[in-house]
């Protein structure tokens, strides 16, 4: 088992920046590949970013490739999302993921098997 605190969401105006926070406990982090999604009303959830077990392969959705920046720091047992520039179409409620089986989770939702509680992130205009 595996659980997840997402924390570091908030109101935030266009071009600003945010930095998301997963802290995650009951398996050693190392042995962990992590994830972003997000979920916008009425839309799908949606891949963001992803991160290996070691940090050193990571991936992204084209919309936000460029502006924001998934990162691990496996002494902290965190995984962090940090999203510069930031656009209203931003505006989603972002869950961190998990997976215990998979050295690199990938961008599909259904290789992760734990979710965090979700933080809202509103980008205004």
């Known amino acids: 088992q595996v659980q997840l605190v997402d924390a570091g969401g908030g109101l935030v105006q266009a071009g600003g920046s945010l930095r998301l926070s997963c802290a995650a406990s009951?398996?050693?982090?190392?042995?962990?590949?992590m994830g972003w999604f997000r979920q916008a009303p009425g839309k799908e959830r949606e891949f963001v970013a992803a991160i290996s077990r070691s940090g050193r392969t990571t991936d992204y959705a084209d919309s936000v490739k460029g502006r924001f920046t998934i990162s691990r720091d496996n002494a902290k047992n965190t995984v962090y999302l940090q999203m510069n520039s930031l656009k209203p179409e931003d505006t989603s409620v972002y869950y961190c993921?998990?997976?215990?089986?998979?050295?690199?989770?990938?961008?599909?939702?259904?290789?992760?098997?734990?979710w965090g509680q979700g933080t809202q992130v509103t980008v205004s205009s």
């Open positions: 009951g398996r050693t982090f190392s042995n962990v590949c």
């Open positions: 993921a998990a997976s215990t089986d998979r050295y690199y989770g990938g961008t599909n939702s259904v290789n992760y098997d734990y």
